[in-house]
């Protein structure tokens, strides 16, 4: 067996109310580009209107996907790290060792405190190497944030 072939029960996912800001980003983001298109409208071609309707088009199929992708995002505490997916059509997956996390970030967003959510994120020695975890309930992010951070300090201690 693959090593990051995990079964799905082992995978936490987060919460299913983060669909909300997703959507709502990705709709708001669509009205204004689509808007911005409008304009163009004035010069009377088919071309312009056909631009707008494709904005439009494009916000409807990522907006219709938003759930199936806010499902595919998880996270796993393993032995030595965390694992983090996210992704449909281009599954990504990081792993993130303890010992080399240097500092574990709560965010809360207007829309997503609003639904008492948080994001997390994992800042490590490698500039690039920022991951966040979206949607975990506030409590729970509370908690997951001292275990990591309880789990950093030991594993640093070991080195």
Request: charged share 20%.
């Given at each position: 067996?693959?090593?990051?072939?995990i079964p799905?029960?082992?995978?936490?996912?987060?919460?299913?109310?983060?669909?909300?800001?997703?959507?709502?980003?990705y709709?708001?983001?669509?009205?204004?580009?689509?808007a911005?298109?409008?304009p163009?409208?004035?010069?009377?071609?088919?071309?312009?209107?056909a631009?707008?309707?494709?904005?439009?088009?494009?916000t409807?199929?990522?907006?219709?996907?938003t759930p199936?992708r806010?499902r595919?995002?998880?996270?796993q505490?393993?032995?030595?790290?965390?694992?983090?997916?996210?992704?449909?059509?281009?599954?990504?997956?990081?792993?993130?060792?303890?010992?080399r996390?240097q500092l574990?970030?709560?965010?809360?967003?207007?829309?997503?405190r609003?639904?008492g959510?948080s994001?997390?994120?994992?800042?490590t020695?490698?500039?690039a190497s920022?991951?966040t975890?979206?949607g975990?309930p506030?409590?729970?992010?509370e908690?997951?944030?001292d275990?990591?951070?309880?789990?950093?300090?030991?594993?640093r201690?070991?080195?």
């Amino acid at each position: 067996m693959d090593r990051l072939d995990i079964p799905d029960a082992q995978w936490t996912r987060v919460s299913p109310r983060y669909v909300w800001p997703e959507l709502i980003g990705y709709v708001v983001t669509g009205l204004i580009v689509a808007a911005a298109t409008v304009p163009l409208w004035f010069i009377g071609q088919w071309w312009t209107y056909a631009i707008t309707a494709a904005v439009v088009l494009v916000t409807i199929v990522v907006a219709a996907l938003t759930p199936r992708r806010v499902r595919a995002i998880g996270y796993q505490l393993r032995e030595d790290d965390l694992l983090l997916r996210k992704g449909i059509l281009y599954l990504r997956v990081v792993a993130v060792p303890y010992g080399r996390m240097q500092l574990i970030d709560i965010n809360r967003g207007p829309v997503v405190r609003a639904l008492g959510l948080s994001d997390l994120k994992f800042v490590t020695a490698a500039a690039a190497s920022a991951v966040t975890i979206p949607g975990v309930p506030a409590d729970e992010a509370e908690r997951l944030r001292d275990r990591l951070v309880e789990l950093a300090e030991s594993r640093r201690a070991g080195l």
